[in-house]
């Protein structure tokens, strides 16, 4: 048995790769622990040599914080500091709390209060550790240490977090969307489709408050040469399919109308276990 159990991870991957990866996995919170990093690409390349300081000071910190490995402290944070982390964390919860469309996004907004505590104790010990810095950091957190991590978690780490949902998964999901809604056109010869009948037809994307998402379909649709967009309000989007997409992809309209029908006869026949089961 180890107590107190815990396991870090750090790595790289490219934002299509997770895109993928994610994709498959249960909406169990497991992605919302990880704490999404995204570099800007490289364009030139720099050659400088390495911060031989800096280098030092990792060093010395990590073999700092192993030292301090069996210190069996309860740490506080001050009375100064206190109200700063619980100004954080309000301002966190509120953040999630009015998330209402990404529920990723929401859950992991709500796992944030909690790293940002744990990044109150990886900064105070950083600061106390290495040589000559004493046995071990003192009990409480103070208020510079705290104000440090509540602007890395609002001016960072949020931002961060949404545009690693919102555009780096959320783009596989538009894929996916539109992908699904091509195979919906083919499978049933469409010559022409609107934002109502794909919320009608495709269950994830059903409710006023996926109208907008449903444009963004048609419009990705249009800008592939699938579609013809011949009529727009606030709410309504009317779209004319491109004959030519029948006969270029007949073949795929085969196999999307045995796939929507093997699907059918599918949840016919759960229907009709469930019933017989009751």
């Keep these: 048995d180890v107590p107190n159990w815990a396991w870090s991870v750090l790595g790289g991957i490219q934002p299509e790769r997770i895109a993928e990866i994610a994709s498959g996995l249960s909406n ?22 390495a911060d031989d300081e800096l280098s030092q000071w990792w060093a010395t910190s990590v073999e700092g914080l192993f030292d301090m490995r069996n210190h069996s402290t309860v740490y ?12 954080l964390r309000s301002k966190v919860k509120r953040l999630a709390r ?3 469309g990404n529920q990723k996004l929401k859950q992991a907004l709500t796992k944030l209060p909690a790293t940002a505590a744990t990044l109150c104790m990886v900064f105070h010990f950083l600061e106390h550790s290495g040589p000559g810095k004493g046995d071990k950091p ?17 001016e960072y780490l949020v ?9 780096i998964l959320n783009g596989n999901e538009i894929e996916h969307q539109v992908q699904w809604v091509a195979g919906h056109i083919l499978a049933h010869a469409l010559d022409k489709i609107t934002i109502g009948d794909i919320a009608h037809k495709y269950k994830p994307l059903q409710g006023p408050k996926h109208r907008t998402t449903c444009k963004n379909v048609l419009l990705q649709l249009e800008a592939m040469g699938w579609v013809t967009i011949t009529g727009e309000t606030a709410t309504r989007m009317t779209a004319t399919v491109n004959p030519t997409v029948h006969g270029d992809y ?9 796939a929507r029908e093997a699907t059918r006869r ?3 026949q759960d229907g009709k276990a469930r019933k017989a089961g009751q």
């Design 138 to 154: 003192p009990r409480e957190v103070p208020m510079h240490t705290t104000e440090q991590v509540a602007a890395l978690t609002l």
């Design 28 to 49: 169990d919170g497991l992605m919302q622990r990880f704490i999404p990093i995204n570099v800007r690409d490289q364009i030139d390349d720099i050659d400088a040599a």
């Design 76 to 87: 506080s944070f001050t009375d100064d500091a206190q109200p700063v982390f619980d100004s």
């Design 250 to 258: 007949k073949a795929r309209a085969e196999k999307e109308r045995a």
């Design 159 to 167: 931002p961060g977090l949404r545009f690693f949902y919102e555009d």
């Design 98 to 100: 009015d998330e209402r």
């Design 266 to 268: 599918e949840i016919e």
